[in-house]
């Protein structure tokens, strides 16, 4: 006896087809954005809507300062982010911007408009630009999180994977595998 399978076999292809948020506006966002993918051949409009599904750690942050990093040149046209701008204290001058983004922070917010740009939200870009036409789409630094730097195996010669450590001291980590007296060195 075989599995009783649903036509197309088991599913190989697993992605989200709806966000886990129970955020009504994310949710509104969505129906709106699928009725834009529906009805326009737009690959920008497709790619927005699979970003809206992600989770939070596939929608990392964008600091201020790379934000003005990744616009420079493009002047005229639209950031767009799905995630959330952080402000950045070590950018000095923040230049004019026209921004599109889930959240701003409070900081961040005050200093592009205080710059004369301006933050629209989804809703209101999708009347300005359907199908995403002068826009530049963006993304945070997704393996910038602290969980990130300890993945790979410590200790193995060429790893620079992070120890689970309490502190960095003599007394820490610093005998088998660290040094040729103890064992080996990596």
């Given amino acids: 006896m075989g599995i009783d399978l649903e036509a197309g076999g088991r599913n190989k292809k697993v992605h989200r087809t709806a966000p886990k948020s129970e955020n ?4 509104l966002l969505v ?12 690959k920008f409009n497709k790619v927005v809507l699979k970003r809206l599904f992600m989770s ?4 990392p942050p964008l600091s201020l300062s790379r934000l003005v990093k990744f616009m420079e040149g493009k002047e005229g046209k639209t950031a767009v982010l799905v995630g959330t701008v952080t402000d950045d204290v070590r950018l000095y001058k923040v230049p004019k911007l026209r921004l599109v ?7 961040a917010r005050a200093r592009i408009l205080k710059a004369g740009g301006e933050i629209l ?7 300005a630009a359907p ?4 826009c530049v789409l963006l993304r945070g630094p997704k393996n910038a999180r602290e969980a990130v730097k300890h993945f790979g195996a410590p200790g193995v010669p060429g790893s620079n994977a992070k120890p689970f450590v309490r502190s960095k001291g003599r007394k820490f980590e610093k005998a088998r595998g660290r040094r040729k007296s ?3 060195k990596a």
């Fill in 24 to 27: 009504v506006y994310l949710k």
């Fill in 31 to 42: 129906k709106l954005y699928s009725f834009l993918v529906r009805r326009t051949e737009s």
């Fill in 56 to 59: 939070r750690t596939n929608r």
């Fill in 101 to 107: 983004a889930l959240r701003v922070t409070e900081t």
């Fill in 121 to 127: 939200t989804f809703d209101q870009l999708a009347l």
């Fill in 131 to 134: 199908m995403g036409s002068n």
């Fill in 182 to 184: 103890c064992g080996f």
